[in-house]
């Protein structure tokens, strides 16, 4: 949140010119930047209207909180406003999401998504965009567990008339979702008056910002119902775009025989894997052909046995990308292509028979696979030799076989807190973005802390466990992994530091000495005793993550130097390029340092790259203290 005050002080503010200079200095502190000149301008011309709207219901009273950050992401909300019910004397909140569009069309006859003139893509109907952060907040905001009816949603498109957004009417309306134009004033104050009274709404605002925070919905915890049952997720603004354009897509190749690709991309935590188990589900239910497939083993094998356990039928939705290379072309409807920055170049490997060799790329496969073939990835996920899923190497093949090809980007963040600052810092940390290192201010969404030595990490971590919180520790591919041993020995002691060891995650597909198989190694309580890599930790999410970075990254002088003789990973040949062989270890750490989701803890083996990361996480600017 950027600023709070009543509706009256919020409407002085803006008369003495002073509120968008707070706004400016606020959102620079919490964000670590400054605002865009669209996001600006919105203020200079949006809030005045809501202020007056609301002065001249005689809500003057009514708390005002702007740019109202959702908990657990980095959505905002323009604005909630707090009060007393009229009728119930209860807390109230109403969600008010403000347009200055001055007219916007459905998308292809769609009223889900609609087309206005200052943006390139789809963007999501106001209606439904401030029905889900309503429904985000009951989900997440434990003031209204049980409470579900004290809060309203309405989107206000001051400078549109009637005539301009009609189409957007088609989408149904209820109290967490309304639309009003500027000729629809009137009607906006008395939905307003309707919810709220003319009181102070201090102290409703006091008990909405104190509510208890639900913890996020892990991916795996809920991917059974989710594909089984019903839709478990709540889908936000761009995620809900993306996931309306497929299915758009889907229902023009079911009617006309048409054929179209979609690409989603976004780093990690931005919610491509919610939206492709959000898809299966909903494809799944409606009984049309569609798969699910990543290039990620652990992945691939979890969501069998978590959402296929009861159902033989769900397990086989979930394939790798190898798995088409014999495949009738368009057999499928829809095939989810997870994590598809993992494609590789070729289906074959030297156990293929040559039956199946098909001389095809990957991505060819893929395409010829289903009617609508979907890529979600992230292209700084890259971490092995050959991966090489990429927008323009999608939209080329694609292209190629004269298809249409939609992107969908998401930015916002969701994993870490919803912390868009703690992952901006680990990319300039790293230098997979310009800039260089820069010190760590914390935002209150995520800890970061540094410890000093492996067993502090792990004292660290296992405090967390104690309250209640899941935790894993993961490392760079800087030490031997012993793969064969004799049935009955424990799991090996690899990861040697000093006095301290611990075995790497299992690896193969059984357990060993009450240790998880390595595709359950970050969803089984059992895994915290082991050390993942970036192979079992890739595309899972934990509360609290351990990451040490091992002597093959370290820092030296002003620079981060890539040591390809430290790395232990076998898929690093001689014939790899050091330059590949450098972007793909700091892909790797990137990957380890975004798997928590409410803090994370970092040592390094190498004693002047922990001086270095101590003076970018200072104590004073740390959230938490290691024990």
Known sequence: MLFRASASAVAAEIVSGSLSSRLLEQFAHVHGHHPGASETRSWARSLPVLAHALNDAGLGQVEVMLEYGLPLNSKRADAVLAGVHPRTGEPSYVVVELKQWSQADPEDGEPLLCRVDSYTRPVLNPIEQVRGYCDYLVCFNGTLDGHADRIAGAAFLHNATEFGIRGLYEVEQNNRGRLFSGERRGEFMDFLRSRLAPVSGAAAADVLLAGKLKPSKQLI???????????????????????????????????????????????????????????LGELYRRGIPALHATGSSAFTKTMRKVAGARKREVQELFKYFNSFMAADKNALDVLICDEAHRMRETSANRYTPAAH???????????????????????????????????QEIRYAAAEKGLDCRIVPLDSQFRCGGSEAYLSWVVRLLGLEPGGPVTWEPDGKVVLEVADSPRQLEEYLLARKAEGYGARMTAGYCWPWTTKFRPGQALPADVVIGDWARPWNVYGERAVAGAPPAALWATDPAGF??????????????????????????????????????????????STPDADVDRLIRNTYKVLLTRGMVGTVVFSTDAETREKLRALVPPGHRSGTVV
């Open 221 to 279: 915890s809920v991917a059974a119902q989710e594909v089984r049952d019903r839709e478990q997720f709540v889908l936000l603004d761009e995620q809900r775009v993306a996931y309306e354009l497929v299915l758009n897509a889907v229902r023009r190749a079911s009617e006309s025989d048409h054929k179209e690709a979609v690409i989603v991309t976004g780093g990690p935590g931005t919610g491509k894997s919610v939206i492709a188990l959000s898809l």
């Open 357 to 391: 060799r098909t001389g095809k790329a990957q991505v060819e496969e893929l395409l010829d696979a289903a009617r609508v073939p979907v890529f979600l990835l992230d292209e700084h996920q890259v971490v092995r030799p050959g991966e090489m899923g990429t927008v």
């Open 529 to 574: 005793d082991q050390v993942g890599c970036v192979y079992t930790a890739q595309g899972f999410e934990y509360d609290w993550s351990g990451v040490i970075l091992g002597p093959d990254l370290v820092w030296r002088e002003d620079r981060w130097v890539t040591d390809r003789t430290a790395s232990k990973d076998p898929v690093f040949k001689r």
